[in-house]
């Protein structure tokens, strides 16, 4: 339906009418002009089509500035054509708004360049776009968008380092969308997860779920779970849809997110993301950080059309392809750090190393003044005048190409509730009294790949300890200082987390008793816990119960934090039905745990069922729920009863939901079974469907037959996605090749993509071959890189120093909680 035509629509006609007059007036084409304009072509030629959508307010006004046309006039005709046909009522009972009434950098694009003025109109600044250039990125987004406005729910979330262009591709992908009646709804206030958990339930057909900056909600300790099953229910609710749900991450927390927990490690059993993982699964877009040379050049075709802002930005970008980071102002704020005094450079060295090791964007101006001491020399220390700090901060706080500061100043966002009176375990944390600042993007990633080898000072630990008051950041220092073995501080930080009320920090506790076999108080703590509001301290005191034999104890708790929304009380509850002999109640609840994301117990119960059709239909029932592991089982079963076509027919259809795992688990039992030429074809299919696990397998395989140079191929591909035996292998191969730098940078990634021991394997090389001090360098690397081993508890049982030294004896203190004593 389109009441909005220029045939029913005069102020739309006139609004045509003017731009095509300006347009035939400066002598421009509509190429020339979306690049004048800042933006994209299909835009551009929308809004002089003459059975195109309106065009939105920020269109008109860009082309107004172009054509030297009168803004506010043709902004008048513009809000008029937007009012006819409007249907009324309703439209305030779904959260969002028209896609065209959103400003780009409201919902978080970066700017690019000074902004422009609209003369003599008294509107604000219009801050210009630059140019855009589709990548292949764009093309697979663009598809999703089609889906949607063909009625189909999709989600997809873009995974790209800081400033490669996330944000502008989400926002150039749903232009099509705003002349169709779309809304955009950027849940934000008061705290991005709260506002998203709060009104997820109420977005309405056609709207598009902007989760920019994605780990702000499916990373929040509290909310993250549940905010990924209700995103999960609107998907696949058609009664809600169509839906379009887009988000952005950085590579980390997106690894993070999607990596399987370790059965082997001290959280095993323990799977914080599980939910966020399946919702993720096949859904991840990377946005590469370069442009290429495709790219580079329609980037510089539109440059030479006329925009200045992607043309200024080529003149330095164009030999590394880092262009949209230059837009962003990285480069510059690389360079004033890199050029700062050392008061400031210190300031903004603590802050990444707070940011990296988990504190929160607010960091407190006290605990930066503190923390920065020891990241000075004693020459600059000794140098420092009495208002070294004010001087710093000023320093720091100047812009960048007008845009963003290295350090700035900010002020967080009060909490905004309903002015009633009852206990939320989920209420935020008061902010921070004082100044509070945050550092620039660009820097915290620098921050995260230059510095991920060293320890911060002691002045950090002690300045956190004294100054940081949040649970999560407290919290999240005493595992940082336990990942790097600086166990007396990790003792502190644990200590103080729980007593400001962190219920993480209580659980971590209750678990150190129960290792130290003190189940009771242990189980004091976790009650502890359950009492502050810890739905996870229920579950984990009901599996102590449990495993005690306590099953009369432990199955109300189970129930509870079930209700709560623990999935994994619905999985055990579901294995003590089971056990008990109740299977029909064991697979209800596995059905509700798989309703709510977590397809495990059915898998599990699959597993064990010696009925074949009972089993197959509990495995349909998990691949129906996105599990695509319970399809590779039944590629077994079917491989068990000598249907080997039809098993790989399944195995091809778990690829083709995103997992590749089924074929490549085909192809290690056909490799077992001694059938060399069938795994290796099957190998190939599935590292074809993207295992990277399977490229690590083909690898070896020609490593084995003397293809050297064909092997190390394989085995970089390998691990460029991830995988740590690639990683540890092509580390080895360094080593033995004399590139001993190579070798440590391919160990320590071996061990951040779960192989802790890369690193130590590589100690033990190097101590092996007489090489001392070279072992003795890395091992150092490798603990304050956060790479744990056994070894490390029987050598220095007491830990580290912040500087590396072995830690004196000293004896743990029982916590008390506040009170107690």
């Known amino acids: 339906m389109r009441d909005e035509q220029d045939g029913n629509n005069p102020a739309l006609a006139e609004l045509r009418r003017r731009l095509d007059a300006g347009l035939k007036r400066k002598r421009l084409d509509k190429k020339a002009l979306a690049g004048l304009a800042g933006l994209s072509r299909t835009t551009v030629s929308e809004a002089f089509q003459a059975d195109g959508p309106v065009p939105s307010e920020r269109t008109v006004t860009a082309l107004a500035l172009v054509l030297k046309l009168p803004v506010e006039e043709l902004l008048t005709l513009q809000r008029e054509a937007a009012g006819?046909?409007?249907?009324?009522?309703?439209?305030?009972?779904?959260?969002?708004r028209p896609i065209g009434e959103w400003d780009p950098h409201d919902l978080e694009v970066h700017p690019a360049g000074p902004g422009q003025t609209a003369s003599g109109s008294g509107r604000s600044r219009v801050r210009a776009l630059p140019g855009y250039v589709e990548r292949s990125h764009d093309r697979v987004l663009a598809e999703a968008v089609k889906d949607g406005a063909a009625g189909s729910s999709r989600i997809v979330v873009l995974v790209g380092a800081s400033s490669t262009g996330k944000t502008r591709a989400c926002w150039e992908?749903?232009?099509?969308?705003?002349?169709?009646?779309?809304r955009l709804w950027h849940p934000f206030d008061p705290t991005r997860a709260e506002a998203a958990l709060a009104d997820l339930h109420r977005v309405g057909p056609r709207t598009v779920v902007w989760l920019n900056e994605a780990q702000h909600y499916l990373g929040s300790r509290t909310a993250g779970e549940e905010i990924a099953a209700a995103v999960h229910h609107l998907l696949v609710s058609p009664e809600r849809g169509p839906v379009l749900v887009l988000g952005t991450l950085w590579p980390d927390y997106a690894c993070q997110y999607t990596a399987l927990p370790d059965p082997k490690g001290k959280d095993k059993g323990k799977d914080p993301h599980s939910r966020v993982r399946e919702l993720l699964s096949g859904h991840t877009l990377t946005v590469p950080d370069v442009f290429d040379v495709d790219a580079l050049a329609v980037a510089t075709a539109v440059a030479e059309g006329g925009d200045r802002l992607l043309a200024d930005a080529l003149s330095r970008a164009r030999a590394d392809g880092r262009v949209t980071q230059d837009l962003a102002g990285a480069?510059?704020?690389?360079?004033?750090?890199?050029?700062?005094?050392?008061?400031?450079?210190?300031?903004?060295?603590?802050?990444?190393?707070?940011?990296r090791l988990g504190v929160g964007l607010h960091l407190p101006q006290a605990f930066l003044i503190d923390a920065a001491t020891d990241y000075l020399t004693d020459t600059d220390y000794d140098q420092l005048t009495d208002d070294w700090a004010e001087q710093a901060y000023a320093e720091l706080a100047k812009l960048v190409h007008g845009k963003q500061a290295p350090l700035r100043r900010t002020t967080p966002r009060a909490p905004r509730r309903p002015p009633v009176?009852?206990?939320?375990?989920?209420?935020?944390?008061?902010?921070?009294?004082?100044?509070?600042?945050?550092?620039?993007?660009?820097?915290?990633?620098?921050?995260?790949?230059?510095?991920?080898?060293?320890?911060?000072?002691?002045?950090?630990?002690?300045?956190?300890?004294?100054?940081?008051?949040?649970?999560?950041?407290?919290?999240?220092?005493?595992?940082?200082?336990?990942?790097?073995?600086?166990?007396?501080?990790?003792?502190?930080?644990?200590?103080?987390?729980?007593?400001?009320?962190?219920?993480?920090?209580?659980?971590?506790l209750a678990d150190q008793c129960k290792r130290a076999g003190d189940r009771e108080r242990a189980e004091r703590l976790l009650r502890l816990a359950a009492d502050g509001g810890s739905i996870d301290a229920l579950h984990d005191l009901a599996v102590m119960l449990d495993e005690a034999g306590e099953r009369e104890g432990a199955q109300p708790l189970l129930r509870q934090a079930a209700a709560g929304g623990n999935i994994g009380a619905?999985?055990?509850?579901?294995?003590?039905?089971?056990?008990?002999?109740?299977?029909?109640g064991a697979e209800d609840l596995a059905q509700e745990a798989a309703a709510h994301g977590s397809t495990g117990a059915l898998l599990l119960l699959a597993l064990g069922r010696n009925d074949a059709?009972?089993?197959?239909?509990?495995?349909?029932?998990?691949?129906?729920?996105?599990?695509?592991?319970?399809?590779?089982?039944l590629a077994i079963a079917r491989e068990a009863a000598g249907d080997q076509e039809d098993a790989e027919t399944l195995a091809q259809e778990a690829a083709a939901h995103g997992s590749a795992d089924a074929l490549y688990r085909l192809a290690v039992r056909q490799d077992e079974h001694g059938h060399k030429q069938r795994a290796e074809h099957l190998f190939q299919r599935a590292a074809n469907g993207g295992s990277i696990d399977a490229l690590y397998r083909l690898a070896v395989r020609q490593d084995e037959h003397g293809h050297k140079q064909r092997a190390e191929r394989l085995f970089r591909q390998a691990a460029d996605g991830g995988n740590a035996q690639a990683l540890d292998r092509l580390a080895l191969m360094?080593?033995?090749?004399?590139?001993?730098?190579?070798?440590?940078?391919?160990?320590?990634?071996?061990?951040d993509h779960r192989d802790p021991e890369a690193p130590y394997r590589l100690v033990m090389m190097r101590e092996e071959a007489g090489d001392k001090e070279g072992a003795q360098r890395l091992l150092r690397q490798a603990v304050d890189h956060g790479c744990t081993d056994d070894i490390l508890e029987t050598l220095?049982?007491?830990?580290?120093?912040?500087?590396?030294?072995p830690t004196p004896p000293w004896q743990p203190s029982e916590y008390a909680p506040p009170g107690t004593l």
Not at 475 to 498: D, I, M, T
Not at 571 to 583: P, Y
Not at 613 to 628: F, I, S, T, V, Y
Request: charge should be negative.
């Open 613 to 633: 059709g009972r089993a197959e239909h509990l495995l349909r029932q998990a691949a129906d729920h996105g599990n695509p592991t319970a399809l590779f089982h």
């Open 421 to 508: 009176s009852f206990i939320d375990a989920d209420t935020p944390a008061p902010p921070y009294e004082g100044p509070v600042f945050r550092l620039a993007d660009y820097l915290e990633q620098h921050g995260r790949t230059t510095r991920s080898r060293l320890c911060p000072p002691a002045s950090f630990w002690h300045a956190a300890h004294t100054c940081l008051t949040h649970p999560d950041d407290l919290y999240n220092l005493a595992q940082a200082a336990g990942k790097r073995h600086r166990l007396q501080w990790a003792h502190l930080f644990s200590h103080r987390a729980a007593d400001h009320g962190s219920t993480d920090a209580l659980r971590l």
């Open 84 to 96: 006819v046909g409007k249907s009324g009522g309703g439209e305030q009972s779904v959260p969002g």
């Open 796 to 805: 220095w049982p007491h830990g580290f120093d912040p500087d590396g030294t």
């Open 331 to 355: 480069p510059e704020l690389l360079n004033r750090y890199q050029h700062a005094s050392p008061a400031a450079k210190a300031l903004l060295e603590a802050a990444m190393d707070a940011r």
């Open 173 to 182: 992908a749903v232009q099509p969308l705003a002349g169709k009646g779309w």
């Open 570 to 584: 619905l999985f055990r509850l579901s294995q003590m039905r089971e056990h008990a002999g109740d299977r029909e």
């Open 734 to 751: 360094a080593e033995a090749a004399g590139d001993r730098e190579g070798a440590e940078t391919l160990a320590l990634k071996a061990a």
